[in-house]
């Protein structure tokens, strides 16, 4: 179906609607092939409204009962003050289409059970700046577990179960995330390098969005959580900051997923959540031509901060010690200072923002001691002096241990 009459299926109206919440979704989705009994929104995410939508009739030859619609405004969902163009929704698209996902899949499969999956985009309209796609979430036992049950990977890597098995399961999602974002960055730098810059380039919103919430933003955050930060180092990080700055701004080298983290990863066991059937990577709209540091430096920030605040045993020192190894054998990695900075700059960011979070177990106190860890990764001759230092990934695995072991106050 062409954009042309995918717009003129959905459209109800010739201005475009901001679809910000699900009664709006409802009408707008009324008397076509997506129209919902019930529209829940989905907030996990902060770059766009999403939701679910419970259908009329099921769709498709697999007769799916739910589906995901995202409307894309002209700012972060989560943080309006943030600007963020609404053609995001092109580059998610052509993403999720125009990528050989189903080659990955098969090489992948040769490695590594369980399987590796994308959603399947069932329309676009760009007119509103929507569109519709495969919801990929396993249908829990009852209806309010949609909340929270069926998105976050964090559920498992956070929940109870016997510590062998979920160790065990970790290392298996770390295994194919490494092949995925590896894979994914060998075919954008050398397989076919030329298609995903036609493909990609241009999303220079993603790039802005990306240096101004992870470079510009860090030694304000720093300050504003009481992290004791003295002029020479304060000097340090903007010099640094800078030069990643620019870094992404021209060293357009391949392509990246430009938002991979855990929240972005959707878990499908068995019925009986014993056995991990598969792993899928969601949420595209940040996809663009980068230096590959940006999305493996933005996963170690994440799981770096979970297994600090959140977690309770290794899984989370399993998960990227798998990742880490696996993505090696795919990707050739020669900037490792660029990728354990730009972990520490996403820490100094988002560290502050999970205080006070209810999905969070950090508090003030916590945070300045989880910020002061994470400035070892970053490179810079106040921090490279020392012996805190952190300049390889066997010291990052080993720096998430004394973690998890008290080692640090």
């Given at each position: 179906m062409s954009s042309r009459k995918i717009s003129q299926t959905l459209s109800i109206c010739t201005d475009r609607i901001a679809l910000t919440n699900p009664e709006l979704v409802k009408s707008f989705v009324a008397s076509t092939a997506f129209e919902a009994t019930n529209v829940k929104r989905i907030n996990l995410g902060s770059t766009n409204f999403t939701y679910r939508l419970f259908l009329a009739k099921p769709y498709g030859p697999k007769e799916q009962k739910t589906a995901i619609l995202k409307y894309a405004a002209a700012y972060l969902a989560g943080e309006p003050d943030v600007p963020f163009s609404p053609n995001r929704q092109t580059y998610e698209c052509r993403a999720l289409e125009r990528i050989p996902w189903d080659i990955f899949a098969v090489e992948i499969g040769r490695i590594q059970s369980p399987s590796f999956r994308i959603p399947q985009l069932y329309l676009e309209d760009p007119e509103h700046a929507v569109?519709?796609?495969?919801?990929?979430?396993?249908?829990?036992?009852?209806?309010?577990?949609?909340?929270?049950e069926t998105h976050s990977a964090r559920v498992f890597f956070e929940g109870t179960m016997d510590l062998e098995k979920k160790y065990v399961i970790s290392r298996q999602i770390g295994t194919v995330l490494g092949l995925f974002l590896g894979k994914l960055h060998h075919w954008g730098t050398d397989i076919d390098h030329s298609l995903a810059t036609r493909l990609f380039k241009d999303n220079d919103s993603a790039r802005t969005v990306t240096i101004r919430t992870t470079f510009r933003d860090l030694v304000p955050g720093l300050k504003n959580s009481?992290?004791?930060?003295?002029?020479?180092?304060?000097?340090?990080?903007?010099?640094?900051?800078?030069?990643?700055?620019?870094?992404?701004?021209?060293?357009?080298?391949?392509?990246?997923?430009?938002?991979?983290w855990p929240g972005n990863i959707v878990l499908n066991f068995t019925h009986n959540s014993t056995e991990l059937v598969c792993v899928n990577v969601i949420d595209w709209e940040f996809a663009t031509m980068a230096p590959a540091f940006t999305d493996v430096?933005?996963?170690i920030g994440e799981v770096f901060m979970n297994n600090y605040f959140e977690a309770t045993d290794d899984v989370y020192i399993n998960l990227i010690e798998a990742f880490l190894t696996t993505y090696k054998t795919c990707f050739t990695v020669n900037d490792t200072s660029n990728i354990l900075s730009y972990a520490a700059a996403h820490i100094g960011c988002f560290a502050p923002k999970r205080v006070g979070s209810l999905r969070s177990k950090a508090d003030p106190q916590s945070c300045?001691?989880?910020?002061?860890?994470?400035?070892?990764?970053?490179?810079?001759?106040?921090?490279?002096?020392?012996?805190?230092?952190?300049?390889?990934f066997e010291e990052l695995i080993r720096s998430m241990r004394q973690q998890r072991n008290g080692d640090f106050a």
């Open positions: 569109c519709i796609m495969q919801d990929v979430a396993t249908p829990p036992s009852s209806v309010a577990g949609w909340e929270e009481k992290y004791p930060l003295g002029d020479v180092q304060r000097g340090e990080i903007l010099h640094l900051m800078q030069r990643m700055e620019d870094e992404v701004h021209s060293h357009l080298d391949t392509l990246t997923m430009g938002d991979f430096g933005h996963f300045i001691s989880c910020l002061k860890q994470a400035m070892n990764l970053m490179n810079i001759p106040s921090i490279r002096c020392t012996r805190s230092a952190v300049t390889t």
